[in-house]
């Protein structure tokens, strides 16, 4: 964003699209408190308000008909989300209504945010950093309590003061070595050669741990794909009702009665595991049996996590098996046996 943008008021309506009971408007930068005021009319003017404070009164056009009764929340900078000036109108829950608010402000020296723009702002503003920055858009999409939490520590700078430390801790490092390097003629040791090779190995230790948590916080941040997969009439579908506890697919004895992929969602102990009951793989005559096939082969490439279901009584699959190793990693398949009650050996 260069300087003549940051200069910009800008504005977009803050809640999801639809009907509901309130729609909040955000507007940050220089204008943005005297854009709301010039369309704002209550028993006293926006400009000369404090900081967090709160305006009952109405939004009106430019011919003082009365738009909506709203809110009207001032926040100065640089004490706002975004380190400028900032106004959220708080109105009823009509998208027309916000709508027109928004074309009311437009009309006086405000443009529309572009995605994401507020919180670019409030990065480019010193408001939050990088990580911060990105962990925002984790707490909007959050779907479990652990992702939420997850997001939730990350938004609160729990890796950037991480990440600082160690960064203070390589820089203390450097300079040690720097001295060292200095004065080597001077026969001056500034540290021993084992207490910096110990701080040198202690940094690289904590590295590491920062960088093994990466796959546990995309699994936390982004869930899991699970692949249901097998030879026709295995018990995908049962195991994916039984993991639901909702009859969600169709059960038959009768090979092949999923002929398309089925996705489902579900949280497992605060972590989001998306589910998918896949057409049985085998070879086929039938054209459209061919196409969930070609789905199922696709889901199994994209997984996460395979769970190769069997059935007890059938011979094991191993051409099937050595298929799935060459779609996806051997690693993520999970061998699962099924249908053992009906065993009568």
Not at 152 to 159: A, C, K, Y
């Given at each position: 964003m260069d300087k003549l943008q940051t200069e910009d008021t800008i504005a977009a309506i803050a809640t999801p699209a639809g009907v509901g009971a309130i729609s909040i408007i955000r507007v940050s930068g220089p204008l943005a408190i005297h854009a709301a005021n010039k369309i704002f009319s209550g028993k006293s003017t926006l400009i000369d308000s404090k900081t967090h404070t709160i305006h009952y009164g109405n939004i009106v056009d430019s011919k003082k008909n009365i738009i909506d009764n709203v809110l009207v929340s001032i926040f100065i900078s640089p004490n706002s989300y975004t380190g400028e000036d900032s106004v959220e109108i708080s109105t009823h829950g009509s998208s027309f209504i916000a709508q027109k608010i928004?074309?009311?402000?437009?009309?006086?020296?405000?443009?529309?945010?572009?995605?994401?723009?507020?919180?670019?702002?409030?990065?480019?503003?010193?408001?939050?950093?990088?990580?911060?920055?990105?962990?925002?858009a984790d707490v909007i999409n959050s779907r479990t309590e652990t992702s939420l939490k997850g997001a939730?520590?990350?938004?609160?700078?729990?890796?950037?003061?991480?990440?600082?430390s160690l960064r203070e801790m390589l820089i203390n490092v450097s300079s040690l070595v720097e001295l060292e390097l200095?004065?080597?003629?001077?026969?001056?040791?500034?540290?021993?050669?084992?207490?910096?090779?110990?701080?040198?190995?202690?940094?690289?230790?904590?590295?590491?741990?920062?960088?093994k948590s990466y796959s546990f916080g995309k699994v936390v941040r982004d869930g899991v794909n699970v692949a249901l997969v097998g030879l026709p009439n295995v018990g995908k579908s049962s195991l994916l009702n039984y993991i639901l506890k909702e009859?969600?697919?169709?059960?038959?004895?009768?090979?092949?009665?999923?002929?398309?992929?089925?996705?489902?969602?579900?949280s497992i102990d605060g972590i989001l595991f998306r589910l998918y009951d896949t057409a049985g793989i085998r070879i086929s005559e039938d054209e459209i049996e061919k196409i969930s096939v070609i789905r199922s082969r696709e889901v199994v490439k994209n997984s996460d996590l395979i769970l190769f279901i069997n059935d007890v009584e059938q011979n094991?699959?191993?051409?099937?098996?050595?298929?799935?190793?060459?779609?996806?990693?051997?690693?993520?398949?999970?061998?699962?046996?099924?249908?053992?009650?009906?065993?009568?050996?």
């Open positions: 928004i074309k009311l402000l437009l009309e006086n020296n405000v443009r529309p945010a572009e995605p994401g723009e507020f919180t670019k702002r409030a990065f480019l503003n010193g408001k939050i950093d990088l990580a911060q920055a990105e962990a925002v939730r520590n990350q938004l609160d700078g729990l890796l950037s003061k991480k990440v600082q200095d004065f080597a003629e001077e026969d001056v040791e500034f540290i021993q050669y084992d207490e910096l090779q110990k701080r040198i190995n202690s940094i690289i230790k904590e590295i590491d741990q920062l960088l009859a969600r697919a169709i059960v038959s004895k009768i090979p092949g009665t999923t002929r398309d992929v089925i996705r489902e969602e579900v094991y699959p191993d051409d099937l098996f050595e298929e799935l190793k060459t779609l996806n990693k051997q690693d993520n398949i999970i061998n699962v046996l099924n249908k053992i009650d009906l065993n009568k050996e």
